[in-house]
């Protein structure tokens, strides 16, 4: 599996950053290449994208959440990948979000683009397109402020 880790500070709260982020099927609006995220309960997902032209469904299990620190998942069949995506006070009204997605390239066209580093260009638009969406709104457009711990939610 690849890694890639990209951090950017966003001039928003701690809580209004993290609450926006677990608004998933909002994701649409500023990652590329998503055209849905469906929430189908408290720790699944259903995801459908186009990578490299290629449309692609799968799903996705919220394996840790934390309010206010973290979100950690894993697929459910479909494209391989997991990650985590960290938040942390970096001062007055502003928020360290840190992301590290793990996948698996499949194919030619996905291992020159990954050599290319094409996925972690994609990350980084991804955060900048999220940092602009939070920061040009006066609050969030959701929360879920519950906790998973592996089986668990609470």
Same mark, same amino acid.
């Given at each position: 599996?690849?890694?890639?880790? @990209?951090? $950017?500070?966003? *001039?928003?709260?701690?809580?209004? =950053?993290?609450? #926006? ?52 998942? @894993?697929? $459910?069949?479909? *494209?391989?990948?997991?990650?985590? =995506?960290?938040? #942390? ?63 668990? =939610?609470?």
């Amino acid at each position: 599996m690849e890694t890639v880790e @990209r951090t $950017i500070e966003v *001039k928003a709260p701690l809580q209004r =950053v993290y609450n #926006q982020w677990t608004q998933f099927e909002e994701f649409p609006r500023f990652m590329e290449g998503i055209e849905s995220v469906r929430q189908l309960d408290d720790k699944r997902l259903h995801w459908i994208a186009t990578l490299g032209g290629k449309q692609l469904e799968w799903d996705a299990e919220i394996t840790e959440q934390v309010p206010d620190r973290r979100i950690a998942w @894993r697929s $459910i069949g479909g *494209k391989p990948n997991e990650g985590v =995506v960290t938040f #942390q006070n970096a001062g007055e009204s502003k928020t360290l979000v840190r992301v590290a997605i793990s996948y698996q390239p499949e194919g030619a066209k996905e291992k020159i683009g990954d050599a290319l580093g094409l996925a972690g260009a994609r990350v980084k638009g991804d955060l900048e397109r999220f940092k602009d969406f939070i920061e040009n709104r006066d609050q969030e457009t959701g929360a879920w402020r519950g906790e998973i711990h592996g089986r668990q =939610v609470s």
